[in-house]
């Protein structure tokens, strides 16, 4: 006999649907979401395929799910991420899926909401309870009886007398509804152009993928919002990807003032109840535009028609855990998937994207001046081998005397310097003991502020000694090198009646003080800034005339070949923050190596110089995008094991034409957390089909044993 079967994909790290017997008389469709046994739990899964088949052996679905079915587009999509990153399916599936928690989906998902209403009688239990809702959030009965400190019946009276009004959880809206005719803003001529042609390619048939250029402070935002606006207009919706840190108050008031209300934003700080509404909302198409960092991309919106990557070149698109993928190039993806226009804009485009349009597969569109014809910040070299600074210091005269002059004048200066804490490394002076992190093969960064040494890798987290932990000598630590909590100190110091503040990810009070500090900045609260990538990116600060880099050399002399675009981006970046406003801006960037092309383009203002030499560069090597790469980490608890294992799996393939497969050899961080880490790095031209061959290779592989993992990482971003 037979019966339907369904092939049901569960959010664990299979790579394959397992299949169900589908019980008689349950209606069922492929994308709905279910509950089925596995092994001895319930878990949700969602039905990837039905067929007739002999279901006999099949244990049964269990029922299903409330949520939003999974449309084709968004299974096609999240197969495709699977064979692209080699991740299991599973996996993938589980960045899409936000299931309704499990403790509240029996309780009747009914809120409560003060109304207007006095009550007839009141007590101090009433009196608490009014208290607790006074902010006009809907709430589950529960939790305002929890709140208040009283039990449920008090809530019930109130409701009964119509002080507080009850409704579904599911009616409040979750995000406003953009107006696209709210704040029409006055574009540039430049930028009424770049609009016009965004806007109309939305319309064609296949809507293209379009890099567009503009240097910094040149109005890409505005010109974006113009194909967000075209999109709201058609009753659609529109995605802007932006790194995390680039959420800020600025850009969601700037939203807001464009579009009356402010974009629902999703990212890791949206948790529980409101990440599961939003969820819905997307899905039915309710809310318009989503701003999210990468994970944004993995929604089921219901009509997508435009993906905006902001700040594209940034190398926090790429997640380096889990699902090894680039946001940017899978939004490319879904865009061909969803038939929707995708725009990446930056002021420094990834190489790839550049090639990417030379190859005519994107479209190019160029902002080449700063709003309001506002000049580019002059940019000057300061070369360390000839312009001395006293021990222990680590701004230049020339430095000094320019910052002194810029808050003189009542402007803002910002000193950059890309490191976080207040010294990178810790030694004994008298036994010259290095502190090293115990779990990763990295020096421990003292935090002076939080008093103690800090592992950047792992989170390890020791207090600093009075004494040396290996030869006991007393006060004998020697702080070596500068981190940005060393330079606040020199400007203390220097300018002692100045403000200033030192801003980087360690920041004490999370994003939400962070956004109060910015918009304390841009309101012109601060005169100097001291700050690490965190402020050196999207932020618009207008009194800012006056940018020193204190060592733009920093990231030049690691291995990685993408050292030079790295370094260049984040200079053009960091630069670009000066003389976005009324006031013409400058950079000084002291370096030890003047001449190298990364500065002197940087001094020159020749980006295409540099950008075509580094190009040649890369397709000589055969480098991405001129040829293809993928990173296969083994990592076990012990360094035998994993080297075995490495090169156990190096032993079993043999590369096809076009495919070099290099190592095995240490990681470039050879610990971390804990596991010792051997790196397989394959290489092959850009047309072999290198997701084909890895899995080849990897079925062919030794079965992984103990505490051994193998992580894939098809084009790392470092390397
Ligand atoms: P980018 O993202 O290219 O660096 P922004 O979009 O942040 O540049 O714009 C830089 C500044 O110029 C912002 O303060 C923005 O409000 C302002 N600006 C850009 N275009 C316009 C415009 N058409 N009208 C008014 N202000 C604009
Ligand atoms: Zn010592
Ligand atoms: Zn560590």
């Not at 994993?642 to 799996?649: F, T």
């Amino acid at each position: 006999m037979t019966s339907r079967i369904a092939d049901v994909l569960i959010p664990l790290a299979l790579d394959t649907a397992y299949s169900y017997a589908v019980p008689d008389g349950l209606a069922l469709e492929e994308g709905d979401v279910v509950q089925v046994p596995l092994a001895t739990r319930e878990v949700a899964g969602v039905v990837w395929g039905l067929r007739e088949g002999q279901g006999g052996n099949f244990k049964k679905i269990t029922g299903t799910l409330e949520g939003p079915n999974l449309s084709p587009k968004m299974r096609k999509f999240i197969d495709w991420v699977s064979w692209y990153t080699l991740a299991p399916k599973g996996s993938a599936l589980a960045m899409s899926l936000k299931f309704p928690d499990p403790d509240r989906s029996e309780i009747v998902r009914i809120g409560v909401r003060l109304t207007a209403n006095l009550p007839k009688r009141m007590t101090p239990a009433r009196q608490k309870v009014i208290q607790a809702a006074q902010d006009g959030v809907v709430r589950l009965k529960s939790e305002i009886a929890h709140a208040a400190g009283v039990s449920a019946s008090v809530v019930d009276g109130l409701i009964d007398e119509g002080v507080l009004e009850t409704l579904s959880l599911l009616q409040e809206p979750v995000a406003g509804l953009p107006n696209p005719a709210f704040g029409d803003t006055t574009l540039s001529d430049g930028q009424r152009d770049a609009a016009g042609e965004i806007a109309a390619a939305m319309h064609e048939a296949h809507p293209p993928v379009i890099l567009l250029e503009g240097v910094t402070g040149s109005g890409k935002t505005e010109v974006y919002f113009e194909a967000v606006a075209e999109a709201v207009r058609q009753g659609k919706q529109a995605l802007i990807l932006m790194p995390e840190i680039a959420l800020t108050a600025q850009f969601l008031d700037r939203f807001a003032a464009r579009f009356g209300v402010k974009p629902a934003t999703w990212h890791s700080g949206v948790t529980g109840r409101k990440r599961e509404r939003l969820y819905a909302a997307i899905a039915s198409g309710e809310v318009k535009v989503v701003a999210g960092a990468r994970s944004a991309l993995f929604l089921p919106y219901a009509n997508l028609s435009l993906i905006v990557v902001d700040e594209e070149h940034e190398t926090a698109y790429k997640q380096d855990d889990g699902v090894h993928y680039h946001a940017r190039d899978m939004a490319v993806v879904r865009g061909k998937i969803e038939n929707a226009m995708v725009v990446l804009a930056s002021a420094t485009p990834s190489i790839e994207s550049r090639v990417n349009v030379e190859r005519g597969r994107y479209r190019y569109v160029k902002l080449p001046e700063r709003f309001g014809g506002r000049s580019m910040p002059q940019i000057r070299a300061i070369d360390l081998r000839r312009e001395q600074i006293p021990k222990g210091r680590w701004l230049s005269p020339t430095l000094v005397a320019s910052v002194e002059e810029t808050v003189g004048r009542g402007e803002q200066a910002l000193l950059f310097l890309n490191r976080r804490g207040y010294a990178p490394l810790t030694l004994c002076r008298a036994c010259a003991h290095r502190y090293e992190c115990p779990n990763c093969s990295a020096w421990l960064v003292e935090h002076r502020f939080r008093r103690s040494l800090v592992c950047h890798h792992c989170g390890h987290v020791e207090r600093t000694p009075q004494a040396c932990v290996e030869c006991g000598s007393i006060d004998s630590l020697v702080p070596c090198g500068p981190g940005v909590e060393r330079i606040a100190e020199e400007v203390a110091e220097l300018f002692p009646d100045k403000r200033s503040i030192v801003l980087s990810s360690d920041f004490p009070g999370g994003t939400e003080r962070l956004r109060t500090e910015l918009a304390a900045i841009a309101a012109g609260e601060v005169d100097i800034v001291i700050g690490t990538q965190l402020v050196a990116k999207g932020h618009n600060f207008p009194l800012m005339t006056l940018v020193g880099v204190l060592d733009a050399d920093i990231g030049l002399t690691s291995g990685d070949p993408r050292a030079a675009e790295r370094t260049f981006q984040m200079l053009q970046q960091v630069t670009g923050r000066a003389g976005r406003g009324e006031k013409p801006g400058r950079a000084l960037v002291q370096t030890w190596q003047p001449e190298h092309p990364v500065i002197a383009a940087l001094v020159s203002g020749d980006a295409e110089r540099f950008y075509e030499e580094e190009t040649r560069v890369r397709e000589m090597a055969g480098l991405p995008p001129f040829g293809r790469l993928a990173s296969l980490i083994i990592s076990a608890e012990e360094r035998e094991v994993a080297e075995a294992h490495a090169r156990a799996m190096a032993m079993v393939t043999e590369p096809p034409p076009g495919v070099m497969v290099l190592g095995p050899a240490e990681a470039p961080l050879a610990l971390i957390r804990g596991r010792y880490r051997y790196r397989l790095l394959v290489k092959t031209e850009r047309e072999v089909d290198l997701q084909g061959y890895l899995r080849s290779w990897l079925a062919r592989c030794p079965k992984v044993k103990g505490n051994t993992r193998v992580s894939i990482d098809v084009d790392p971003q470092s390397f």
